[in-house]
């Protein structure tokens, strides 16, 4: 049996490497985070309000709610 010499795992400069490595693959991951709330929540939400107020009436929807009832003072 011949000794074999173990190679020495790299200690220096190991958490800074690792750090780098996880701080792009955050960075990177936000992004497609943000992208996705934006084009997935964010421009659909806008659009609704948009078609919503294209149609919408204060008075019309006034006269519906006094018709209904809910405001006490008016008759």
Known sequence: ???EVLVKPQMR????????IHMVGAFLVSLG???LYK???A???KKAYADF???YSP???FEE???AGIFRSIK
């Open 1 to 3: 049996m011949a000794s």
């Open 13 to 20: 400069g190991l958490l800074a490497r690792r750090l780098r």
């Open 33 to 35: 985070v943000a992208a």
């Open 39 to 41: 084009f997935g929540v």
């Open 43 to 45: 421009e659909p939400r």
């Open 53 to 55: 107020y294209k149609n």
């Open 59 to 61: 008075e019309k929807d």
């Open 65 to 67: 709610m006094k018709k």
